[in-house]
């Protein structure tokens, strides 16, 4: 009799332990990328020709949109990796191209030490980087929804989002750290180099700690058992309605997100009118509370459903956007700003606390970390990758409030989408695995 392929029962503690691995790595990923968000106030003179603040801001945002262009074919190349060879493979190789990114922007001359070639550099840094975040999304949402059991998987894949915030949370405190430490002076001079250096160490821990991740079960049950398939791609294509279905849920959630996060530390100082250091801290403090909200919301998804949480935040943002940005850009302090921030990501978590496992449920595991990425990578790059640059634009042209209405607009859009949807929890294909 031929032995059994079928892998040995995972522990509660071998669970956590490899989910706590891959976490860790996803925090590493995501600080390296949103600390040139974090810094983009400090380095854009040093890139760009001299300038007011909101033209150099532009710049920077452009970049920052450019490397978002290189995620749908991270999500595709890493995706057809990870479904072929393995989601622990894939995980490793997005920390490398994340590590070879950081360390290049923080070597990287001025523009008045090398002229062109420093903004040329600064690009082909954030295509590495936006190559690796393409590619880390999706393999990360698979990996963690697949190694989690079917009780607690909205759970356990709320911590994509934990690491996510933790990342962006760690690049904030780096700021204020540096912003205690070094005067305003070496900050633009010099200063702002410190963090992608550390992040380009911090890339390698990351690396180590993932070596030690196991497999998950149903990557393992599937490669045992495959036989002859089309191309990757070809499957996927087979699967339009899940593929819409990704698309429509991200749209909304990603703009957003990127709207109360990355932008809403610029959008407190350039409209708002606070000091960088006390936006740093409003940002700082209401991510802070974000990043609990996180395993609370998905263990809810885990009792009630995954579409009455995707609704929440379809309703709310849709509803709210407007008089949130409008009462935020007119707040009287830092505590009012903070109310106000923290009520939004409120909203915004009813998203990215299960947007992960949605995906993920949507998907047979030969396909699955390539149908999660690319069509999310897609959107986000088109979406998500330019809301603060279309925030930033309006605002140059003196119709600010043009985007709150474009936020709104695309918030509306994903809540059809939450309506006519099925509720993933009940109906999802890693029942299958």
């Known amino acids: 009799m031929a032995p059994s392929t079928t892998p040995a029962p995972r522990t509660m503690a071998s669970r956590i332990r490899s989910i706590f691995s891959g976490s860790v790595g996803n925090l590493v990923e995501w600080y390296d990328w949103y600390v040139y ?31 978002f262009l290189m995620r749908p074919l991270g999500g595709w190349l890493m995706g057809i990796y990870a479904d072929r060879h393995g989601r ?8 490398l191209l994340m590590c070879g990114g950081s360390l290049l922007i923080a070597l990287t001359p001025s523009y008045g030490q090398i002229g062109v070639a420093a903004p040329v550099l600064l690009v082909i840094a954030r295509l590495l980087q936006g190559l690796s975040v393409g590619g880390e999304y999706g393999t990360s949402a698979t990996y963690l929804s697949e190694m989690a059991d079917q009780r607690n998987r909205g759970f356990f894949s709320s911590f994509q989002y934990v690491t996510l915030i933790a990342g962006q949370l760690l690049a904030l405190l780096v700021q204020l750290g540096l912003q205690a430490v070094l005067s305003t002076e070496e900050l633009y001079a010099w200063g702002w180099r410190v963090p992608f250096a550390i992040g380009a160490g911090a890339a390698l821990v990351a690396l180590y700690l993932r070596r030690t ?4 079960d149903a990557f393992t049950k599937q490669t045992s058992t495959s036989t002859a398939q089309p191309s990757k791609l070809t499957l996927l294509l087979s699967y339009p309605r899940e593929i819409l279905t990704v698309v429509g849920l991200t749209l909304g959630g990603t703009v957003v997100f990127y709207t109360f996060t990355t932008y809403a530390q610029k959008f407190l100082v350039n409209t708002a009118g606070f000091s960088k250091a006390e936006a740093t801290m409003v940002s700082f403090a209401a991510l802070g509370v974000a990043m609990l909200l996180q395993p609370v ?27 949130l940005l409008t009462a935020l850009g007119h707040s009287a302090g830092p505590g009012a700003a903070f109310g106000l921030l923290v009520l939004a990501l409120f909203i915004v978590s009813g998203y990215t606390s299960i947007n992960a496992v949605v995906k993920a449920e949507l998907f047979p595991t030969e396909i699955r970390a390539l149908g999660v990425g690319l069509p999310y990578a897609l959107t986000v790059a088109i979406f998500g990758g330019s809301a603060e640059y279309v925030a930033l634009l309006a605002k140059d042209r003196g119709v600010e409030t043009w985007f709150y209405w474009y936020v709104t607009a695309c918030a509306a859009i994903s809540l059809l989408v939450y309506l006519r949807m099925s509720d993933t929890r009940d109906t999802s294909r890693m029942r299958e695995d």
């Open 37 to 67: 968000s974090a810094f983009a106030l400090y380095f854009a003179p040093a890139f760009f020709p001299k300038g007011d603040l909101t033209a150099q801001l532009l710049n920077s945002a452009a970049i920052f949109a450019v490397g």
């Open 88 to 95: 622990k493979a894939a995980l490793l190789l997005s920390v």
């Open 213 to 216: 991740m196991e497999e998950t």
């Open 297 to 323: 919301l998905g263990a809810i998804s885990d009792r009630v459903g995954r579409r009455p949480v995707l609704l929440f935040f379809g309703f709310g943002a849709t509803l709210g956007t407007y008089p």
